[in-house]
């Protein structure tokens, strides 16, 4: 059985007295994508922001690479090798897509240099190579998703987090989102993905797991999701 | 009135906006960074000014040498502060008293230390006048409005160009997202707060050149800087730059035309008048 | 709902307290002139923390509204020559004029303007008050009528001579205002301050007219306020501009509600009342210069290391120790 590079066990989270996650176990396996599907408000972004740590769990679990990140402050989680492209995209609005690009590598670890990282991602978004001195708020919905995604590749991380990267876009952009999701497995890299987009996160997935209301309430392969009276019913409304 | 006389202060009220830019930019920073008003921050311009009027004054040393020795001085004092607020910084309202009683601390450390007597740094060679083509300004207020322009001009490079720079503006817009990319956000925030308290240190000196140093006086700079700060827009430098000049500029027109009770309204309209036309700054974004 | 009980058996009891004490020492004139100067403290802090604790709405300038209030009445009363009361009345409605003045621009926005547009307010207005011909600049106004002279039957009671009489009269108006505190508190409008004060943006959410909410507190303020500034004046007699607008009222307001537990509604009472008396027979002894510079730091370690003050802390024991009972 394949490793699980990120996994979550028992996870209790939320903000202050609120609890939203309430016992969270859910592993990713390496160099697949892993999608969790859930509706608005089940606790998916709260569920992200916990694994990088913007917020303490407060019971349970998470390991990396089977070591604890418990307890890690964010930039010490992000430099483990984790980049989160985050919901809503939060550029930072008075930079150049340039700037943005460059602060991605701030998480680079050894290797190649800012200009051959920047050169492979404008390979992936050959879009944003006349964009690079614009600044970041001027930019269309779907090019700052792809300045998004951008940043978070920058840094050559071994684990891509996406918060509902599709949310808002045209259904072109949509399309060339998932593509570069794909050519990201292609590129050895883990992925969780966590989307409302079902029927296309299923699709490219390799397993999907369902939050509701703050707790896990399916796992199991794209197909068998497919097959779920559950899954098909609120996601697929089929 | 003579057309000279309107020349001369117009000429040293630029030269005293950008005096207010530079009085303005500590607090500007930390509350771009730390969104924390540090009302404290004209009595540590003040501590800035004493320090460089002792050593002025005192021990004969020279004006660059005194300028970095209050900037650091206060580097320092701002270092310890720092470890002060960050205990209660999540909560908001707190903080704020907070900085307003180190202020108040600061201030009753001044009268009991320097007494209650205004003084001036007046160093003999920056008395005189000079004339720059048909105008004539003080000689201290062109140098200190030089070298406001020089340090606010090498801060927007840092922020602009260097790798810690762009990781404050990172970190400024949403600390969040610094985070998400590695920034260590809570070693940004203590650099910006030394650095703004730094800041605030080393315009002490010029501050004491072009205006009497009085324990009392902390809190109007720290207004003036927040009115430069609102009306620039929350962390740009040359937005600040500007806000100074219309500030300076704007002061020293009414004196020529009416008493200095009208320069103290003048300040309050201004903010009075952002507050209400343009609470983003002049040069801060509608969201 | 325990709490606001307690809140009014706490009132209750500073009430008797003030008022028996003020019985026992009214013929002791420096007794009696100390305890005007904890009243008069006393309900410029309680003033304050309608604003602050109340409403979260931070002044670092009530000094502004203090100082406006006793102009405005020892104007009219030397130069309109009206008598006191109406002066105290013309004062507190010039006040609460001004404070929407402040409050208006500010409100509209989320932060701290308030804070910062008060504390320009203090400043520029003492700048006025040393500048005009109204208030005789910095010489500033003198010979300032007191409350004046009255008999009820056989008793009589002069404002002029008696130090006990004006303490009577500002402990009538600190107990006013202690109460309609504590009748704020418990209404609909103090639930509201309250969500204000938790969390602006919620409130809005949770359809609470914030901007209302915080005006009202503000004027509330400002009335009791410009009352004690007003007051002030017809008990001192003379008024210059640093006087009025000393950064006292400023800084001791905020000390003494921090001091006693900016939570309640009389824990600024309390706190008035304990900094006035030590002040008086303590720190002015030993530190006959530096007493201010001991305000700062108690200020800075109150809200360090116990930011709900000795009331309020002292309310969180009692409650907790009734819930292990109960
Ligand atoms: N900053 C916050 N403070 C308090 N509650 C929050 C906050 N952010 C989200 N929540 C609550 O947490 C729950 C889950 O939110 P979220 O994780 O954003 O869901 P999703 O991403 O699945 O739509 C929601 O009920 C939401 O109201
Ligand atoms: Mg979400």
Request: glycine residues 12%.
């Amino acid at each position: 059985m394949p490793e699980a590079i990120l996994s979550l066990s028992g996870v209790v989270a939320g903000y202050g007295e609120v609890v939203v996650l309430r016992g969270v176990s859910l592993s990713a396996e390496e160099g697949k994508i892993t999608v969790v599907l859930g509706s608005n408000g089940s606790g998916k972004t709260t569920l992200m922001r916990t694994v990088m740590g913007v917020l303490p769990p407060i019971e349970g679990e998470i390991t990396f690479r089977g070591e604890s990140v418990r307890g890690l402050k964010t930039h010490q989680i992000a430099r483990k090798g984790i980049a989160l492209v985050p919901e809503g995209r939060r550029l930072w609005g008075d930079m150049t897509v340039r700037e943005n690009l460059e602060m991605g590598y701030l998480l680079r670890r050894e290797g190649d240099s800012l200009e051959e990282r920047l050169e492979e991602v404008l390979e992936i978004f050959p879009h944003l190579r006349r964009l690079l001195r614009k600044t970041a708020r001027t930019l269309s919905g779907g090019e700052q998703q792809m300045v998004a995604i951008g940043r978070a590749l920058m840094g050559d991380p071994d684990m891509v987090l996406l918060d509902e990267p599709s949310l808002g876009l045209a259904p072109m952009v949509v399309a060339e989102v998932f593509r570069v999701i794909e050519r990201m497995r292609e590129a050895g890299k883990t992925v969780l993905l966590v989307e409302q987009n079902a029927k296309k996160a299923i699709e490219i997935s390799d397993y999907v797991w369902v939050l509701e209301n703050g707790e896990i309430r399916f796992s199991g392969p794209p197909e068998e999701a497919e097959e779920n009276e559950k899954v098909r019913r609120a996601y697929l409304g089929l | 009135m003579s057309f000279s006389l309107l020349a001369n202060s117009i000429a040293s009220g630029l030269l005293m906006g950008a005096n207010y830019a530079l009085f303005a930019v500590g607090l500007s920073l930390v509350f771009g960074v730390l969104k924390i008003i540090n009302l404290a921050h004209g009595e540590l311009l003040l501590a800035g000014a004493y320090v460089g009027y002792f050593a002025i004054r005192g021990m004969g040393v020279p004006l660059p040498l005194a300028l970095l020795f209050s900037g650091l001085s206060v580097g320092i004092v701002g270092y310890l502060y720092y470890f002060v607020v960050r205990r209660i910084r999540d909560d908001e309202l707190n903080t704020l008293i907070l900085t307003y009683g180190v202020g108040v601390i600061l201030t009753n450390l001044f009268l009991l230390l320097f007494t209650a007597d205004e003084r001036i740094i007046n160093i003999p060679w920056l008395t005189e006048g000079v004339w720059l083509g048909p105008v004539q300004v003080n000689r201290g207020n062109l140098v200190s409005g030089l070298v406001s322009l020089l340090i606010i001009g090498g801060l927007t490079f840092f922020l602009a160009r260097t790798e810690t720079g762009k990781m404050i503006r990172a970190s400024s817009m949403d600390r969040e997202a610094a985070a998400l990319v590695g920034v260590d956000v809570e070693r940004i925030d203590r650099f910006a707060f030394v650095l703004g308290c730094a800041l605030a240190g080393f315009a002490g000196p010029l501050f004491g050149i072009v205006s009497h140093i009085n324990p009392v006086g902390g809190e109007a700079v720290t207004i003036n800087a927040f009115i430069l700060t609102v009306l620039a827009g929350l962390g740009s430098i040359p937005g600040l730059l500007l806000a100074g000049i219309i500030l300076g500029l704007g002061e020293a027109i009414i004196v020529v035309f009416a008493s200095t009770m009208f320069q103290g309204i003048f300040a309050l309209a201004l903010f009075v008048a952002v507050l209400f036309l343009r609470p983003e700054g002049i040069f801060g974004r509608r969201e | 709902m325990g709490r606001r009980r307690s809140e009014k058996k706490i009132a209750g009891v500073v009430t008797l307290l003030v008022l028996s004490s003020a019985f026992v020492f009214r013929r002791d004139p420096f007794v009696a002139h100390v305890l005007v100067q904890a009243s008069l403290l006393a309900l410029i802090s309680l003033a304050w923390n309608i604003l602050g604790g109340g409403c979260g709405q931070i002044s670092f300038g009530h000094a502004a509204f203090f100082g406006t209030g006793a102009y405005v009445s020892a104007i009219l009363t030397t130069q309109y020559h009206l008598n006191p009361w109406l002066g105290i009345a013309g004062a507190c409605v010039s006040v609460v004029f001004l404070s929407l003045l402040v409050g208006v621009p500010s409100f509209r926005l989320k932060g701290a303007y308030f804070a910062l547009l008060i504390l320009a307010y203090a400043h520029v207005l003492k700048l006025v008050a040393l500048n005009l011909e109204i208030t005789k600049g910095d010489e500033g106004i003198f010979s300032i009528p007191s409350f004046g002279r009255y008999s009820f039957g056989g008793m009589e009671v002069n404002f002029f001579t008696s130090k006990g009489a004006n303490l009577f009269l500002i402990l009538l108006f600190l107990i006013a205002g202690l109460w309609t505190g504590i009748w704020m508190r418990g209404s609909q409008t103090g639930i509201a301050m309250e969500a204000v004060r938790e969390d602006e943006v919620t409130a809005e959410a949770m359809g609470i007219d914030t901007l209302r909410y915080k005006l009202f507190a503000l004027g509330v303020s400002a009335f009791f306020t410009a009352l004690g500034g007003a007051f002030y004046v017809h008990y001192i007699h003379f008024l210059t501009p640093d006087s009025a607008y000393s950064g006292y009222w400023s800084l001791m307001p905020i000390v003494a509600a921090l001091f006693g537990g900016i939570r309640t509604v009389t824990g600024p009472v309390v706190g008035a009342f304990t900094l006035v008396c030590l002040d008086e027979f303590l720190i002015k002894e030993l530190l006959p210069r530096g007493d201010k510079l001991v305000y700062g730091l108690l200020f800075v370690v109150t809200i360090l290391f116990f930011p709900r003050g000795i009331l309020g802390t002292w309310v969180e024991r009692q409650g907790h120790g009734r819930k292990k009972e109960g």
